[in-house]
Structures are given as C-alpha cells and as structure tokens.
C-alpha cells in the first residue's frame, strides 16, 4: 500500500479519529498527539489493513485504548475525562443564549458520567455509529451499549429537568 492509497484510506474517518480523542481528553493538543500516533500506528500495518474487515473500527478502537492509556499513565496524571469538544466553536450569531445555557449543563452533565458512558454516547450520539460498530469498538454486546447508552440518557435528561425545573422555582 502506497501513500496516497493509505490517505484515501484514512481521510473519511481521522476527523472522527481526532473528535473520539477530544472527547476523552483535555487537550486539543493532547488529541492531536493521540490522532497522530493512531495515524502512525495504522501506517506501521499498512500492509495487513486489508485483512480487516472495518478499518475505522480498528481505527476508533485503537484511539480509544490509547486514550485511556494515556488518561491512566503517569504524564497523564493532570488531565480528566471531559466533555468539551464543541467549547472551541465559535457561536453562531443566531443561537439563543437559552440553547448555550442548555449545551454548557449538558456537557458539565456528560462530564460526570462514567468514562464508558461518556465513549458510548460520543460513539453513538456523536458520531452517529450504528449498535453493531460501537460492539466492536468496545468490545461490549448490543444489548448492553443499549442498556448503558439509555441510563446515560436518563441520567442527562433527570439533571436537564431537575436544572430547569429549580430555575422556575
């Protein structure tokens, strides 16, 4: 495999790559760092990426072991599982200030779930994986990612209405 073949390769899926790395680190340089290594790594099997039947399968599971890898190491010991990926973008100039109240609770919320909670959603909600991509990603059953993805739903929309509902009061 040639370099223009294994970018062709590539292309369509590093940016879910990089926002997979975002989500589960501080950083925006941190997550460029995790992308480039996964790049390099996947470079290094250029040879046997064939083999596999979904490369961007192996791509995010591969980002997502590094990433806990790193949160887990001890040069990583300042940095925490976060929901900031959107907190970079600029505003657009007619979103309510309502709807940016509403997404900053959301993503303090996300925040606080359990990591694999937080992975399920990203995989999910996000990026919009289908039941049978994220259980190879991470190496779960269907059944359940779809009981895990509900209770971290759950657990979003009864802080989401317990937040508005004390407002009003």
């Known amino acids: 495999m040639n370099q223009i073949v294994f970018l062709q390769l590539v292309n369509p899926f590093k940016d879910k790559v990089f926002r997979l790395a975002k989500r589960l680190l501080i950083s925006t340089e941190e997550a460029e760092d995790a992308s480039q290594e996964i790049l390099v790594k996947l470079w ?15 791509a995010m599971t591969m980002t997502k072991n590094y990433c806990l890898d790193q949160l887990k190491s001890k040069r990583a010991s300042n940095l925490t599982l976060v929901h900031s990926n959107y907190t970079d973008r600029e505003p657009r100039l007619d979103q309510k200030v309502e709807d940016n109240n509403s997404l900053e609770w959301v993503e303090k919320i996300m925040s606080q779930l359990p990591e694999q909670q937080q992975i399920l959603i990203q995989l999910r909600d ?5 039941f049978d991509e994220i259980s190879k990603i991470v190496n ?3 059944t359940a990612i779809r009981v895990a993805l509900s209770r971290a739903r759950k657990k979003i929309r009864e802080s989401m209405l317990n937040t508005h509902q004390y407002g009003i009061r």
């Open 126 to 130: 996000v990026e919009q994986y289908e």
């Open 44 to 58: 290094s099997k250029k040879e046997t990426l064939n083999t596999y039947n979904n490369v961007e399968a192996l």
């Open 140 to 142: 779960m059953n269907e």
